[in-house]
């Protein structure tokens, strides 16, 4: 059972809160565990010491400095990464203060105070403690004022953010009205000013985000499109673009840009960024690359040669066949291909259990990619090109 974000606080105002051992230290036998740190602390705060370290571990992969911060199990799976957190603070640059309304663990706080003064609030004082002990550890805390507050009692700021949280009712949601504060707090704030910005899950329907009026951004990385922000007033630079991360690369909506063409399959296979592909940029994409679309509702592009591209990963077609187990099965002997990574798009197979049953003890390595051409289901084994987001050729 998760420890509550109050028994962590406690582990802050504690003499021993700089002594909190890595979990990669501990014995990984749970009763040996608890014998060692009962040596080390008091048995009340055992349960709160091991949750704490083992959060950190779990952290390492969004903040640099996770060994030394504090979070309870909710508030590190809804906190912003330093990436992605860094890459959005740049747009309020220029602003004297920010109000976060949404201050969790602080991970939008502490890259906010990188550009401006920060103005930071939740409804948990045991939230807020924890905010202002990981503003400490990036040493920004004189340019981060906390206090416990709801959202809607917003104070007085040149620009808001707002990452509402998806599980207002226990379950995580995609649909606006799920989020916790609700976005009807959003013409309240738009009387003080329009500098404001929304992160939402990039799941979000698109006819919800048509609804809030503003600015979209979809945000991925490492290959995963991890949020959508939608940006109000003189903050956005684009009116709907990809970022990729964490090189900070940037496709644009462009107005000019036509539909783009469809072609049967050429010599490589182009992947696109999730981010691209979420944000409706697939025509810029074609346009940008000089490439086509395999079919005009699936995301997947063909083109003569690799493209030496951040927003696109390029394989060379080894074969292509309509989709066939027993087909792909013996084309991967015929190619000596053993070991697959599988994708999809548009198909309903099941990538995990096709990749199991198509694997081999052959010693060749390949991607099977199984999509559809038109209404037919499709398969290609292809191999991965170095041109892409990885390195050039």
Same mark, same amino acid.
């Given at each position: ?19 909190? !051992?890595?979990?990669?230290?501990? *014995? ?66 220029? &602003? ?46 004189? @340019? ?5 507050? *709801? ?39 738009? @009387? ?44 956005? *630079? ?22 783009? !063409? ?43 040669? *690799? ?49 199991? &049953? ?24 292809? &191999? ?10």
């Amino acid at each position: 059972m998760a420890v509550s974000a109050e028994r962590i606080a406690e582990l802050i105002r504690s003499p021993f809160r700089d002594n909190i !051992p890595r979990w990669e230290d501990l *014995p990984a036998d749970p009763l040996r565990r608890v014998l060692v740190l009962r040596q080390r602390f008091p048995a009340e705060a055992v349960p709160a010491v091991v949750e704490l370290s083992e959060l950190r571990s779990r952290a390492r992969s969004k903040f640099s400095r996770a060994e030394r911060m504090f979070f309870d199990r909710e508030a590190l799976e809804q906190s912003t990464g330093e990436g992605p957190a860094r890459w959005r603070a740049r747009l309020f640059a220029g &602003r004297h203060t920010v109000a976060d309304l949404t201050g969790g663990a602080g991970g939008d706080a502490i890259a906010l105070a990188g550009v401006s003064r920060v103005l930071a609030s939740d409804t948990s004082p045991a939230r807020c403690e924890m905010l202002r002990a990981n503003a400490e550890v990036y040493c920004v805390e004189d @340019r981060v004022t906390v206090r416990a507050a *709801p959202a809607e009692e917003f104070p007085a700021a040149e620009a808001y953010f707002l990452d509402p949280s998806r599980r207002a009712s226990g379950r995580r949601s995609r649909h606006l009205e799920g989020l916790s504060p609700s976005l009807r707090i959003l013409p309240e704030i738009f @009387r003080v000013t329009r500098d404001v910005a929304v992160k939402l899950s990039p799941a979000t329907p698109d006819g919800e985000l048509a609804t809030l009026g503003g600015a979209l951004e979809f945000v991925s990385e490492g290959g995963v499109c991890k949020e959508a922000v939608v940006w109000f007033g003189s903050l956005p *630079p684009h009116g709907r673009w990809a970022s990729i991360l964490p090189e900070g690369h940037i496709l644009a909506a462009s107005p000019g840009v036509s539909v783009p !063409p469809v072609s049967p399959p050429l010599d490589y296979l182009l992947e696109p960024d999730p981010a691209v592909v979420r944000a409706g940029l697939i025509p810029e994409l074609c346009s940008q690359l000089g490439a086509a679309v395999l079919d005009a509702r699936v995301g997947y592009l063909t083109a003569a040669a *690799p493209a030496a591209s951040p927003f696109v990963r390029s394989y060379r077609v080894l074969a292509g066949m309509p989709f066939s187990e027993k087909a792909l099965r013996a084309e991967l002997r015929n190619l000596g291909i053993g070991r697959v990574e599988v994708k999809k798009r548009a198909s309903a197979v099941d990538a995990d259990r096709l990749r199991m &049953r198509l694997e081999s003890d052959l010693p060749g390595h390949a991607t099977v990619v199984v999509t559809r051409l038109g209404d037919r289901p499709a398969a290609f084994i292809c &191999r991965r090109s170095s041109c892409g987001p990885d390195g050039g050729q």
